[in-house]
């Protein structure tokens, strides 16, 4: 039997879990991990109700709590039920961590100097494969608490991120995902100091074989000429470009402590579209900021609209503590629901337009399970026959349905 774990959160969670999944080998069978995420209440929410469900159910395990969660509040997660011990968020991807007799070990994640390479080969039950190229954040907008979970920005070396690609390519995926807390600002702290576009060039010209590269969610404030190029010039980087704007008003972008504008997210979209036409673009968007009027929370509506932008991942603000902005007046949590509900649907108004655009195409896609998968743009597909799950084929769309894409294989 192997050690069950429960990941929430973000992709760079999904990859440390596999991480941990080698590492814990010599844990017992009844060892169930959580690896938390601290992004927002409802995802600590969602972990401590699945301890106190493993708790009831396997009254017999061993739970050891990780994460953000459990990195900025030790204390608070040792206290829930059948809690044998926590983790760090640097301690948990240590051998040591899960030697026979080990204990629980949160390391000041502040002062945290270099991220260490390890070499996953799967990740269960998924068609992509996620890279770790960096760690932790330098910045500190007002309304986040991962830096204090992830510590500061920490690189991987490149000769390691094409080490891991391709021991991925070996087991069979076919496409990867970069991901970190803040990649572009990958390389910083390297020898050098290249950048997140210099790295990909060198990873896709050691790496031929690599037929599909996807990005996490970028930073506007800091694309590189190096990634742009790629945007432009290589077919092999996915034509989807997922931006953290978080907000589309000036004055609330400002309270957030980013560091772009409205004007500038819209160039930065405008750019990616004159480079690579038709390319898919997404956002981040928070919902009911702290001082966010009608009018403020319409301007990032308008935004919306006025960008086309097709894929939202959209929160309602959630108050994390020791923010500058949970010390904000704050804006009632039934009306940051209803506004997180307006931006969804225009999103999905913007993404019916875009998903009805492919029909007639023939598209590229990642088949995952039931028929279905991702094409090129990161759009849902159902494909009219089986494939086998992790390969890439052509297909012609014939339709749309229920927010997805209908194609068969060309």
Known sequence: MTVEILTFGCRLN???????????????????????????????????????????????????????????????WAGLPNVHRVLGNDDKLKPQS??????????????????????????????????????????????????????????????????????LIATGYQEMVLTGVDIASFGADLPGAPTLGQMIRRVLALVPELPRLRLSSLDPAAIDDDLWRLIAEEPRLMPHLHLSLQAGSDLILKRMRRRHSRTQALAVIARARDLRPGIAIGADLIAGFPTESDNLFAETLAF??????????????????????????????????ARAALLRQAGQTVAERFLAGQVGREVSVLTEADHAGHTEHFAPVRLTAAASPGTVLAARVIGTAAGALLAEAA
């Open 304 to 337: 919306v609209r006025d960008a086309a932008v097709p894929y939202l991942h959209v929160f309602p603000y959630s108050e994390r503590a020791g923010t500058p902005a949970a010390r904000m007046p704050p804006v009632p949590k039934p009306v940051r629901r």
């Open 98 to 167: 899960w030697a026979p007799g080990a204990g629980s070990a949160v390391s000041d994640i502040m002062t945290a100097k270099q991220t260490a390479a390890h070499l996953v080969t799967g990740f269960a039950g998924r068609a992509r494969a996620f890279v770790q190229v960096q760690q932790g954040c330098d910045h500190r907008c007002t309304f986040c608490v991962i830096p204090f979970g992830r510590g500061p920005n920490r690189s991987v070396p490149i000769g390691a991120i094409v080490d891991q690609v391709r021991a």
């Open 14 to 76: 999904a990859y440390e879990s596999e991480v941990m999944r080698a590492l814990s080998a010599h844990e017992p069978a009844a060892t169930v991990v959580v690896n938390t995420c601290a992004v927002t209440a409802e995802a600590e929410r969602q972990a401590r109700q699945a301890i106190r469900r493993v708790a009831r159910e396997q009254p017999e395990a061993r739970i050891v709590v990780t994460g953000c969660a459990a990195q900025i509040d030790p204390a608070a």
